[in-house]
């Protein structure tokens, strides 16, 4: 038989050695748990760093030379007021020169560092009538009287040059052709390039401009013509927006709302040019594209008793290649 003092001896050890070793597995366990702690701190603050590593998307800045070349059918019509050494008479109602023609409106641009650009102009115009006047007056040599039977025809033609320069763009990084960027991340496409993006322009430019008209009597048999033509240098502005459809419309990728004009004169017989246009350009890929617009080319011609005072003007459509 078993000795109780032995017995309650062994329980009481067993007890106490309870008592003591409670105490040690929970500090085993609450030295495994900091570490347990210290891993998911540590996987936290590498994933965190992990997110802060990764760079904003910087802007695209576009350095590189493109040309672009826009060739389009102008419905033109002639509107101006015209005399050879006697009455003023209404090149579009007196002679009845007011039909819209096919014409042929053609630019050539070079741009770089997206805020530079020379571009190259020209375009070319005819018409012609036969009408039963209803005025009376001499046009040159022709005695025109009420119910002569007139065949009349007009021509014009321009080619020119504008450098231009894009003074101000606050929605891009570099808002300044001389200064420095400054990174706006809120507008910024998936290309790299602004989402929105408006420019304040100068323009230069030069035209030369010339005209030819003749008005012939078939009733009286008897014709007179004039031709003239002038080179004038002149100034303007423009305003463009850009709109970057790359992450809205699969088949677009940019669409440029464009309007500017200007003025210039040689300061000789009063003979001056007026410039307008305003047109909508949308690039369906990065090299083509189609352009929709009007146009407006006003200009003073005289000379040796020929005058001719207002121009040509219509909608026109066209293509845009770039290179």
């Known amino acids: ?53 990764v760079p904003l998307l910087a802007p695209k800045e576009d350095s590189a030379l493109h040309i672009d070349f ?13 005399s050879l050494g006697g009455p003023t008479f209404s090149v579009d109602g007196d002679l009845g020169l007011n039909g819209y023609e096919a014409a042929f409106n053609g630019e050539l641009a ?5 805020f530079w650009r020379v571009q190259l102009t020209g375009w070319t115009f005819s018409t012609d009538a036969s009408i039963t006047s209803t005025v ?28 231009n320069v894009s003074l101000w763009r606050p929605f891009s990084a ?31 430019a030069v035209r030369w401009y010339s005209a030819s008209m003749t008005v012939s009597d078939l009733t009286a ?55 307008a246009r305003v047109g909508l350009r949308a690039m369906f890929t990065e090299q083509f594209g189609g352009e929709f617009g009007y146009r407006l080319e006003n200009f003073n011609l005289s000379s040796n008793g020929a005058s001719f005072d207002g121009g040509v003007q219509g909608l026109y459509v066209g293509i845009d290649v770039r290179f």
């Open 110 to 114: 070079f741009s770089w560092d997206e």
């Open 174 to 204: 570099r808002q300044f052709p001389w200064g420095g960027s400054t990174p706006q991340p809120g507008n910024i496409a998936s290309d790299g390039r602004p989402i929105v993006d408006f420019g304040i322009q100068a323009i230069g």
């Open 136 to 163: 009376a007056g001499a046009f040159g040599s022709v005695n025109i009287a009420v119910g002569d039977r007139l065949s009349n025809s007009f021509a014009a033609a321009s080619a020119g040059g504008e450098f």
């Open 221 to 275: 048999g008897t014709s007179s013509s004039w031709s003239l033509d002038a080179v004038m240098p002149g100034i303007g502005g423009g305003l463009e927006f850009d709109f970057n459809m790359v992450d809205r419309v699969s088949w677009l990728r940019t669409v440029r709302f464009e309007a500017a004009g200007g003025t210039g004169s040689n300061f000789t017989n009063g003979q001056y040019f007026i410039f």
């Open 1 to 53: 038989m078993s000795n109780p003092c032995a017995i309650a001896l062994a329980s009481a050890a067993a007890i106490v050695g309870g008592a003591f070793a409670a105490p040690h597995a929970h500090a085993q366990q609450d030295a495994q748990a900091p570490q347990v702690g210290s891993a998911q701190s540590a996987a936290f603050k590498s994933d965190v760093t992990t997110m802060n590593s």
């Open 70 to 82: 826009a060739p389009a059918v102008w419905a033109a019509r002639v509107r101006a007021d015209s």
